[in-house]
């Protein structure tokens, strides 16, 4: 037998780390090449990693949650089919104990020692239901162990039709039962749990029955006052007003003020995405010297070319919105302006003397919220698309980001941001550059407003539009005119047609 050993590799340009979210596999399973072990977080995506070997998972080397280096052995695979696995000695939880019979009619998961009393093969017999097991009830409402034993009692008394008792166990009601074999535990009523719940059966009417059911309460939790030993209807309310008083003396978020400050502290870890979105940052808010400017747009023409195209013949089927077309008015107005898509580089090739490296192709970053933290994936060589083109790649570039399966090349290389920080209800903003670019154009919210035009205050859909720009590299006055342009084709979309 051969034991293998994988090692956390570089799944994008440069990467260092990644945390293990998921394992896909268990010691023990079977695996082929290329079969999803497990899969990853990187700085900024969520990769799938595949098994470079074939053989039997002996041992997971990295828990899930905990961030390791490139290189670092994660798992080991040994290349020869693994002993079969032991049965589990540990007792199988409650109403997991009735599973489907197996073909020689024995219901599964039985303990040794005999049949159980109220089962065995009888082709006549009505076989008793499978139970399934409740979900675990909330702190606040969950009743006591012994709650729950009376309860179990009575619904048995109700469902008494629903078990079959053996002739030959009523003759043996009185032998105690075999112990179980090893720690498992028969929780099946017997013969003589059976007759006890009968006599211990709830009382109540079925109006009230009905009302315990809608409010979810056993009526075995309740202390009846009836004068036959009946649960009544004010029961019920006494009992559902405790349950209340309960849950409100629940910690909320803000913890029980008793508590010392110390244990009302949540502490949470910085990684994955929120790690590399924090380190980047630090790095271009204390790099770069921001400047940044604000211009008020009247965006009425927009949302209404916006309006034809979503009924155009052209874009069925494609989401399209006013953030398609200001990202075609960036890449519009950086033609004009080339200075905006560029890097300053510090000490090119160990000279030293800085350099301006202006790109003569676009990639467009395009800020996601996602689920797990901010992501700036970027559209290549958007300069090429036509304007449907450049929707559908918006399309697949906001899916896959908000799925979590941005990949790290998706993210790298990008020359020039637009945040949209309007989808969220924001007038605008004070963005920060992405690191590697020197300008990043925030979109905020479309609403209508007061608008003077031609000497009248009319209803206009107005939006702000806030640019942050690398001084080193953009002065105001490029600056100026970098937003003056975007403006302009909001403000008159046909003139993209020029």
């Not at 995405?273 to 023409?301: L, N």
């Not at 209508?448 to 031609?454: A, E, I, S, Y």
Request: charged share 20%; net charge negative; hydrophobic share 45%.
């Amino acid at each position: 037998m051969t034991l293998h050993k994988f090692n956390l590799p570089d799944v994008g340009e440069g990467l260092t780390e990644a945390e293990i979210v998921s394992w896909n596999v268990k010691p023990g399973d079977t695996v082929a090449i290329n079969d999803v072990l497990c899969e990853i977080e990187t700085a900024k995506s969520l990769v799938e990693l595949p098994s470079p070997f074939a053989g039997t998972v002996t041992e997971l080397l990295v828990p899930e949650g905990r961030t390791v280096d490139v290189g670092t052995p994660i798992i080991s695979v040994s290349d020869t089919a693994g002993p079969e696995a032991a049965p589990a000695a540990a007792a199988p939880m409650y109403g997991k104990l009735e599973e489907e019979a197996s073909d020689a009619g024995e219901p599964a998961g039985r303990p040794a020692g005999g049949p159980l009393v109220g089962s065995g093969p009888k082709a006549d017999a009505v076989k008793r239901r499978r139970r399934v097991a409740a979900p675990a009830a909330s702190p606040a409402a969950a009743p006591s162990a012994a709650a729950l034993a009376a309860s179990a009692a009575g619904q048995e008394a109700v469902e008494a039709h629903d078990i079959w008792i053996s002739p030959d166990a009523v003759a043996h009601a009185d032998r105690p039962a075999a112990p179980a074999a090893g720690p498992a535990v028969d929780q099946r009523p017997t013969l003589g749990g059976a007759i006890s719940g009968l006599v211990s059966k709830v009382l109540a009417k079925p109006p009230v029955r009905k009302i315990a059911r809608d409010l979810g309460i056993d009526l075995a939790d309740v202390t009846p006052t009836g004068a036959r030993g009946e649960v009544t209807r004010e029961d019920l309310v006494s009992y559902q007003a405790q349950r209340d008083a309960e849950v409100d003396k629940a910690d909320t978020f803000w913890g029980k003020s008793g508590r010392p400050q110390e244990q009302r502290i949540e502490r949470i870890p910085v990684k994955g995405v929120r790690k590399a979105t924090a380190r980047a940052m630090v790095e271009s808010a204390f790099a770069a010297p921001h400047v940044s400017i604000f211009v008020d747009v009247d965006a009425s023409r927009t949302m209404e070319f916006v309006k034809r195209l979503k009924a155009s013949r052209d874009f069925e089927g494609i989401k399209v919105s006013p953030l398609l077309i200001l990202a075609k008015a960036v890449i519009w107005a950086a033609a004009r302006n080339p200075s905006v898509n560029a890097t300053w580089v510090d000490n090119p090739d160990g000279s030293d003397t800085a350099e301006i490296h202006v790109k003569h192709f676009m990639n467009l970053g395009i800020a996601a919220a996602t689920p797990r933290g901010l992501m700036v994936p970027n559209i290549k060589n958007a300069q090429d698309l036509s304007l449907k083109e450049l929707a559908l790649a918006l399309n697949d570039l906001a899916t896959t980001a908000r799925a979590g399966k941005t990949q790290p090349a998706q993210m790298q290389g990008g020359t020039l941001t637009v945040t949209n920080i309007g989808a969220l209800g924001i007038d605008t903003g004070t963005p920060i550059i992405n690191p590697g670019e020197v300008a990043i154009v925030a979109f905020g919210t479309i609403k209508q407003k007061p608008w003077v035009l031609d000497g009248e205050v009319i209803p206009r859909w107005i939006t702000t539009l806030g640019g942050s720009f690398d001084h080193r590299v953009v002065d105001g006055d490029l600056s100026a005119r970098f937003m003056a342009d975007v403006a302009s084709i909001l403000e008159e979309p046909a003139l993209l047609l020029d």
